[in-house]
């Protein structure tokens, strides 16, 4: 039996119809996956911050003999390491740094007494610009070859792109940088300089031209790696069902490639250029050092030779946090792109 009532749909007895969604309903699954993502950052925060005290504790040398200096006497070096509170228990320490980190202070370098917020907010915005540009130019570049390759595989194109793709993948970085530097600043040409970096405020073009070389140097391995997965991930997605359908109601090859497949075929790409991201936030150490860019890469080798220990942990609580936060964002990109990921979350 069917009941019905005026004001709405008919309604079962066994309360058939659906329930009319609640307001803010549709934004539950990404506050979910927030929370859950939040969580999760504490504790890889925790996790970071504590293996890497213990990591620092363990290298080869002492701080207060760096800072005291080679020539110190043992009295001289003893008082340096109560004054730096290296005569403490390592976990006393790592509770206090803590403690100073959720207040929002890092402490501040063994060597020069710079507080190292102060030191990481000079170098981040360099190692991030030259990041955020290499990884642009890099998806720039491998979206359309992609897309292409994908289109016409085995051609041309597709052939070329991946012979000189799987070459400068297997190329060193450091010896793509050279290459570069002798080709544009020095060598063959000197119409960029192959060292330096000047800051974007302070003079535009000299940033554009200080960073193209590093940028290409980090650009071009990770453009060959993303047109290959994008490519490979294309090629399926053509083969499903609903591309053939697509085909068959008459759509253009450009339409189903770039509105019915790329989007399905992105994910595997998201993923990968995240977490490149937050791994060359830390890892720009080769190209920083190749070019003299003052950045957060060369800050982490110079705070490892100085045992700058509060330097070190500053940094590495930086890269743990902008990987954390980078994934959680991959996440809730996801729940953008793929309505199933918004079902199941």
């Not at 070096?77 to 976990?91: F, I, S, T």
């Not at 890092?106 to 610009?129: C, K, M």
Request: proline share 6%.
């Amino acid at each position: 039996m069917t009941l019905t009532t005026p004001a709405g749909p008919a309604l079962t007895p066994a309360g058939g119809a659906s329930p009319a969604p609640k307001p803010g309903g549709r934004h539950r699954p990404a506050l979910r996956r927030i929370r859950k993502r939040l969580v999760h950052l504490l504790i890889v925060l925790l996790a970071v911050t504590f293996l890497s005290f213990v990591v620092v504790d363990l290298l080869p040398g002492d701080a207060a003999v760096v800072v005291a200096g080679d020539n110190a006497t043992p009295e001289q070096v003893q008082q340096v390491r109560e004054d730096l509170q290296l005569d403490r228990p390592l976990l006393v320490r790592y509770v206090d740094w803590l403690g100073g980190v959720v207040t929002g202070d890092l402490g501040s370098s063994f060597r020069t007494g710079q507080p190292v917020a102060e030191a990481l907010a000079q170098r981040i915005p360099v190692t991030f610009e030259i990041t955020i540009i290499a990884q642009l130019l890099a998806l720039l570049i491998a979206i359309p070859l992609a897309v292409y390759s994908a289109y016409r595989p085995g051609r041309l194109v597709d052939r070329a792109s991946m012979t000189i793709g799987f070459g400068a993948a297997a190329m060193p970085t450091f010896v793509f940088g050279m290459v570069l530097i002798v080709l544009f600043a020095g060598g063959v040409s000197s119409i960029l300089p192959a060292t330096g970096y000047v800051g974007f405020f302070e003079d535009p073009l000299g940033n554009l031209r200080s960073i193209i070389l590093p940028c290409l140097t980090l650009m071009i391995a990770e453009a060959a790696v993303y047109r290959q997965l994008l490519r490979s991930d294309m090629i399926s997605t053509l083969q499903e069902d609903f591309i053939l359908m697509a085909r068959s109601k008459g759509l253009s090859a450009r339409t189903i490639l770039l509105r019915h497949a790329l989007r399905p075929s992105s994910f595997s790409l998201i993923t990968l250029s995240g977490v490149n991201i937050g791994r060359l936030l830390g890892g720009t150490v080769i190209v920083e050092t190749l070019f003299a860019i003052p950045g957060l890469g060369q800050l982490i080798v110079q705070a490892v030779f100085n045992r700058d220990y509060m330097i070190l942990q500053g940094a590495l609580l930086f890269v743990a946090v902008a990987y954390v936060v980078i994934n959680m964002l991959i996440d809730l990109l996801y729940l953008a792109l793929d309505p199933r990921v918004r079902r199941d979350a």
